[in-house]
């Protein structure tokens, strides 16, 4: 089966600057989600789709950070207006729910200047 | 608040050697315990899970051991390969899945 797609792969951007990232999840997978993973440590959830619906966005920066899920399919993640310390790897990943493991794409590696 | 406390950071394994990481949880109510596997420029693949009603799941070279009263659950990796050199995650169902900080893993031939 095709993997998680994400896009782009990396992107440079200067701080203040605004950035939008991708994916398409696996077929079928009715749960998506967003993780930030900086550096040196393990990714951290961002946000939780259920089909359409957000099951959880308590560790979304929300006064920077909006992410939404049309058709429960494709996802958007953007960050306006950017930080420095907003670089970092943003993950997708989807999963059929449960306690199924979960299938993660490469991933959007974000500079910001 | 960090629920899942992981060690050690980096480890480095001779080629055949066992290597063995290590991952502490606080809350007792999951219902599995997932390892993952990352390689640089890769996502996170899940490597091997196991349930809290088992205290050792093993597939090929990769075993996990659950020691519910102790609260911790390790990953060991036997007759350890240079292909095997990638960050090591345990993670426990907590916000979707919570991870640890990671363990790289140096298999040196």
């Known amino acids: 089966e095709a993997g998680v797609a994400q896009s782009p792969r990396y992107k440079i951007i200067e701080k203040r600057q605004s950035v939008a990232f991708w994916c398409n999840p696996i077929s079928g997978h009715a749960t998506l989600y967003w993780y930030q993973q900086i550096l040196g440590q393990g990714p951290k959830l961002l946000i939780q789709f259920q089909n359409n619906g957000v099951v959880d966005d308590s560790q979304l920066p929300k006064d920077r950070f909006s992410a939404e899920r049309l058709k429960g399919v494709d996802s958007t993640l953007k960050i306006q207006p950017a930080k420095l310390e907003d670089s970092a790897v943003y993950l997708c990943?989807?999963?059929?729910?449960?306690?199924?493991?979960?299938?993660f794409g490469s991933g959007t590696r974000l500079t910001v200047v | 608040q960090q629920q899942v406390k992981q060690s050690p950071q980096s480890l480095i394994v001779q080629k055949g050697g066992i290597s063995i990481i290590n991952c502490a949880y606080e809350?007792?109510?999951?219902?599995?315990f997932p390892w993952y596997q990352q390689f640089p420029g890769k996502g996170p693949a899940l490597l091997i899970a196991?349930?809290?009603?088992?205290s050792e799941k093993k597939e090929g070279r990769f075993t996990i051991s659950f020691n519910k009263s102790a609260k911790q659950f390790s990953l060991h990796i036997m007759d350890s390969q240079p292909g095997d050199s990638a960050t090591y995650f345990c993670a426990a169902p907590i916000r979707a899945l919570t991870f640890g900080s990671g363990t790289r893993l140096q298999v040196q031939p």
């Open positions: 809350n007792t109510a999951f219902d599995y």
């Open positions: 196991i349930r809290p009603d088992v």
């Open positions: 990943a989807s999963s059929l729910g449960g306690a199924g493991g979960y299938t």
